[in-house]
């Protein structure tokens, strides 16, 4: 079965730059969900869309942007870069009425700033 | 407090043993109930998923939620060291993000 796929799998960066992670739901999923995990965390909610529409928003910085596409695949933009950006980055997809009301997530980007 | 605590471990067990994970979560607009299983530096992996108190069974492995106490269990029966992995409780309602436990490390030894 399809999975949700996350780009890239690693990630290195200087502080003060920018990166961009990607990710692709599963198909027909409507809703997709970003998460940030630091080393021995669990994972904290950034931002969630719906339908191509912002639907939630958590503890994401100001310096961190995101937005869902037409094919439903989500980018998160992060800018300004800091030490403390450094953790894995998941993105979760779901879809309501299925009958199974959870969120498959994806292997993670590992964010690295040096 | 977090809304969802979860024991925090480590823990560590015998090959074959009996393990036993537990949550308890304070929001009662929770709606369903997950158990993931994360290995070291890979993304969550949805083990199972309950949207009612009761039981459910899958193979090894048993989720009991009980929302009378607000209390989430997962066992697993005859560990294996291929489980050793950190093992995180989350719940959830409709759309809304998750709420995450603080995870359990568990080490099955052979």
């Known amino acids: 079965a399809a999975g949700v796929i996350q780009s890239p799998r690693h990630l290195i960066k200087e502080k003060r730059e920018t990166a961009t992670l990607k990710c692709y739901p599963i198909?027909?999923?409507?809703?997709v969900y970003w998460y940030q995990q630091g080393p021995g965390q669990d994972p904290q909610f950034l931002i969630s869309?719906?339908?191509?529409?912002?639907?939630d928003k958590g503890s994401i910085p100001d310096r961190f942007s995101a937005q869902q596409f037409s094919d439903y695949h989500s980018e998160l933009n992060m800018s300004s870069l800091e030490l403390g950006d450094s953790a894995l980055y998941f993105c979760?997809?779901?879809?309501?009425?299925?009958?199974?009301?959870?969120?498959?997530f994806g292997p993670g980007t590992r964010l690295l700033v040096l | 407090q977090k809304e969802v605590e979860q024991d925090p471990g480590p823990l560590s067990v015998p090959e074959g043993a009996i393990v036993s994970l537990n949550c308890t979560y304070s929001?009662?607009?929770?709606?369903?109930f997950m158990w993931y299983r994360q290995y070291s530096r890979k993304g969550p992996e949805l083990l199972m998923y309950?949207?009612?108190?009761g039981n459910k069974e899958d193979g090894r492995f048993t989720a009991q939620v009980d929302k009378s106490s607000k209390y989430i269990s997962l066992f697993i029966r005859d560990s294996q060291p291929s489980d050793s992995a950190t093992y995180l409780c989350?719940?959830?309602?409709?759309?809304?993000?998750?709420?995450f436990g603080s995870g359990t490390r568990l080490q099955v030894q052979p």
């Open positions: 989350a719940s959830g309602t409709g759309r809304r993000a998750l709420t």
């Open positions: 198909p027909r999923h409507d809703t």
């Open positions: 869309f719906y339908e191509k529409m912002q639907s």
């Open positions: 979760a997809s779901y879809k309501g009425g299925s009958g199974q009301e959870t969120q498959y």
């Open positions: 929001n009662s607009a929770f709606q369903y």
């Open positions: 309950t949207y009612s108190s």
